[in-house]
């Protein structure tokens, strides 16, 4: 079997609702979600959700090659792309071929991935995440009755601007979880997406455990800023999540060294090649991984096999348009199907019908750092 070549698409994640963070909101709930499908001489095609940057020189590197060689193709690329190729859109390229790989894979095996990776157990532990900050209290609980719905019992919500209002809404959430429920109390997270100077995560975060117990607080400070999450670490009781946006093993074992991370993430988008390597240096250091994303169904096959995931994040409750997934949620779970490979699908006819709700790539959201990020002295309203 050979690689003959790739197609790029790209369709929409539409929330029907605003979503974002600390750092901006999608008013419309529209997202963009590029799609790279790898083609061999076998007809066996696969599928990785991720960005296509100089995606013509990275399939240079493994073009004509056997697909299955997965992990020594995944080394190839980031050589061919060594100069720009461990950080930003290239790393993301570089994991959504990665993950049609393993899909190739999988198939030209007849597994479903988790099987061919060693998983044992198709469920995987889900914690609900909404993306929430721009909702008033109404719509927020009704998103967050949805999960609960499903079974799970533990949530992250979006904050950072206003300790008073995320102490409100950690409540909220703290309340729909365990309602009708007996037994153990939820779990709760707050995301503010690197939002914070390093006393004023202190600072913020003493204050919400006066009263409230959070099982974790992710990225309070710069993603690379090992002595900062080490400060914020030693100042609360919650652990430290943080490395979704971290790019190779060398961005995060700067702060395993440093003792600055207890919640060790990943994002769907760099790759479950990349995921695997992380996930057995966590490992080695006794702690746990988390993936992140919208849609991280390599990531969920992939948590199967590892002896230290903890949880993965469950965002939207449908995947994107024109993209189906082998994959339920029930009884606070991801449960996989036994589709070949990812179990992921992608109606190509429907993607394009889609094209008119694609938003500007220019446009402002989340993805857009706020020039007083970490320099604010009061309160931001929310909502």
Request: proline share 3%; aromatic share 6%; hydrophobic share 45%.
């Given at each position: 079997m050979r690689i003959t070549g790739y197609r790029t698409l790209t369709t929409v994640q539409d929330w029907g609702r605003p979503v974002g963070d600390a750092n901006g909101v999608y008013a419309d709930g529209v997202v963009r979600v590029p799609i790279v499908v790898v083609e061999t001489d076998a007809g066996i095609s696969g599928v990785g959700l991720g960005p296509c940057v100089e995606i013509e020189n990275v399939f240079a590197a493994i073009e004509g090659e056997d697909p299955r060689s997965v992990t020594a193709l995944y080394d190839t690329m980031l050589r061919r792309t060594f100069?720009?190729?461990?950080?930003?859109?290239?790393?993301?390229?570089?994991?959504?071929?990665?993950?049609?790989?393993?899909?190739?894979?999988?198939?030209?095996?007849?597994?479903?991935?988790?099987?061919?990776?060693?998983?044992?157990?198709?469920?995987?532990?889900?914690?609900?995440?909404?993306?929430?900050?721009?909702?008033?209290?109404?719509?927020?609980?009704?998103?967050?009755?949805?999960?609960?719905?499903?079974?799970?019992?533990?949530?992250?919500?979006?904050?950072?601007?206003?300790?008073?209002?995320?102490?409100?809404?950690?409540?909220?959430?703290?309340?729909?979880?365990?309602?009708?429920?007996?037994?153990?109390?939820?779990?709760?997270?707050?995301?503010?997406?690197?939002?914070?100077?390093?006393?004023?995560?202190?600072?913020?975060?003493?204050?919400?455990?006066?009263?409230?117990?959070?099982?974790?607080?992710?990225?309070?400070?710069?993603?690379?800023?090992?002595?900062?999450?080490?400060?914020?670490?030693?100042?609360?009781?919650?652990?430290?999540?943080?490395?979704?946006?971290?790019?190779?093993?060398?961005?995060?074992?700067?702060?395993?060294?440093?003792?600055?991370?207890?919640?060790?993430?990943?994002?769907?988008?760099?790759?479950?090649?990349?995921?695997?390597?992380?996930a057995a240096l966590a490992h080695a250091h006794d702690l746990p991984v988390s993936p992140i994303g919208t849609t991280p169904a390599g990531l969920l096959h992939a948590a199967t096999?590892?002896?230290?995931?903890?949880?993965?994040?469950?965002?939207?409750?449908?995947?994107?348009?024109?993209?189906?997934?082998?994959?339920?949620?029930?009884?606070g779970a991801f449960v996989l199907g036994d589709s070949p490979g990812l179990g992921v699908r992608v109606d190509e006819e429907a993607v394009a019908v889609s094209s008119h709700l694609l938003p500007d790539p220019l446009a402002g959201g989340a993805h857009i750092r706020p020039e007083r990020a970490g320099r604010r002295l009061h309160a931001v309203e929310t909502g």
């Open positions: 100069k720009a190729g461990h950080t930003g859109a290239v790393f993301g390229t570089i994991g959504a071929i990665d993950t049609a790989l393993w899909d190739i894979k999988a198939q030209a095996a007849g597994e479903p991935l988790w099987r061919l990776l060693g998983g044992r157990d198709r469920r995987v532990p889900a914690y609900a995440s909404g993306l929430d900050i721009a909702l008033d209290d109404a719509e927020f609980v009704a998103v967050y009755e949805a999960y609960a719905e499903l079974g799970v019992r533990a949530a992250k919500i979006k904050g950072g601007l206003d300790v008073e209002h995320d102490a409100h809404r950690l409540a909220l959430v703290r309340d729909v979880l365990a309602k009708g429920r007996r037994g153990a109390r939820p779990s709760l997270m707050l995301d503010v997406n690197e939002t914070w100077a390093r006393k004023q995560a202190v600072r913020y975060v003493s204050e919400l455990e006066r009263t409230l117990d959070l099982t974790w607080v992710e990225e309070p400070v710069r993603r690379w800023d090992a002595e900062g999450h080490a400060v914020v670490g030693r100042g609360i009781r919650a652990s430290v999540a943080t490395g979704e946006n971290l790019t190779g093993l060398e961005q995060h074992r700067a702060l395993i060294a440093a003792g600055a991370v207890d919640i060790v993430q990943t994002a769907a988008v760099w790759g479950i090649t990349h995921f695997l390597r992380v096999s590892v002896p230290n995931h903890l949880v993965s994040e469950l965002q939207d409750l449908r995947p994107p348009v024109g993209v189906s997934v082998d994959v339920r949620v029930e009884n």
